[in-house]
């Protein structure tokens, strides 16, 4: 994954808050500067090098000096903090990629303070550390989401173990809460509901498409209590295994 290679210097040039008005265009220009762009609101639209971009609400992009930008096509009316510096690239070790997402909610605060900084007379120090807390809150969120999709990986490769929490924490290194609260960033679940979803929906496909019986599909979709298994497809379905299998069967085909 190529992007900022966070073990080397990194200078902070300037930054602002940026609103455009409605219908506005990206600028035209051949830069020299690394530009990271969080957006807020609206969508920003450009071209980098030849290449579409649009950046939406929660999301940022870093356009790499040397880059030719262009906005053939408008911007609806995007809000985000820009910051000019410059940095060496890399695609190994500590790296912060050069798009991912972010929290505005948490960061709000943190942009505003910066954008505050850098049109105040204050020290390039000050203004520095500011940049770096911002950098390093990015970096530990895409750290976060890419150990997410590891699990998830983790998950979807062992589709019929039975796999535990305590399991997902020893494979990976991590408690029990920071588990779950950085699956659920990610995927909105835990990571065992995540895991439950896949199995039934396996054992659905499995219900429609063979005449094996529901505690065989329950061992074959990785459920080894069918009890559990049936507790689970009822809460989702609000049916029995065997009424929304003959369910199903009755349905009409649609051409």
Request: aromatic share 14%.
């Amino acid at each position: 994954m190529k992007g900022i290679d966070l073990n080397k210097p990194i200078t902070f040039l300037y930054s602002s808050l940026r609103f455009f008005s409605e219908n506005e265009h990206h600028i035209t220009r051949f830069c020299n500067n690394d530009v990271l762009i969080m957006v807020y609101e609206g969508v920003l639209r450009f071209t980098e090098d030849n290449i579409d971009y649009e950046i939406h609400p929660g999301q940022y992009h870093i356009q790499k000096k040397n880059s030719f930008q262009k906005g053939e096509k408008a911007s609806d009316a995007p809000k985000y903090l820009y910051i000019h510096f410059l940095s060496e690239f890399s695609d190994e070790g500590n790296v912060l990629p050069f798009k991912g997402t972010f929290d505005y909610s948490n960061l709000k605060k943190l942009m505003e303070e910066l954008d505050c900084l850098s049109h105040a007379d204050t020290s390039l120090i000050a203004k520095t550390a500011k940049f770096y807390e911002l950098l390093l809150h990015l970096q530990e969120k895409e750290k976060h989401s890419d150990i997410a999709s590891e699990i998830a990986k983790y998950i979807c490769d062992h589709p019929s173990s039975k796999i535990t929490l305590e399991n997902i924490c020893s494979h990976f290194h991590f408690s029990k809460n920071h588990i779950i609260n950085i699956f659920k960033k990610k995927f909105g679940v835990t990571p065992i509901k995540y895991m439950n979803d896949l199995k039934l929906s396996r054992a659905k496909y499995l219900l429609e498409v063979t005449s094996d019986t529901a505690e065989s599909i329950a061992m074959k979709s990785g459920f080894n209590d069918y009890s559990y298994f049936y507790k689970l497809f009822y809460k989702e379905t609000g049916l029995s295994p065997s009424v929304w299998r003959s369910k199903k069967h009755s349905e009409p085909l649609l051409c």
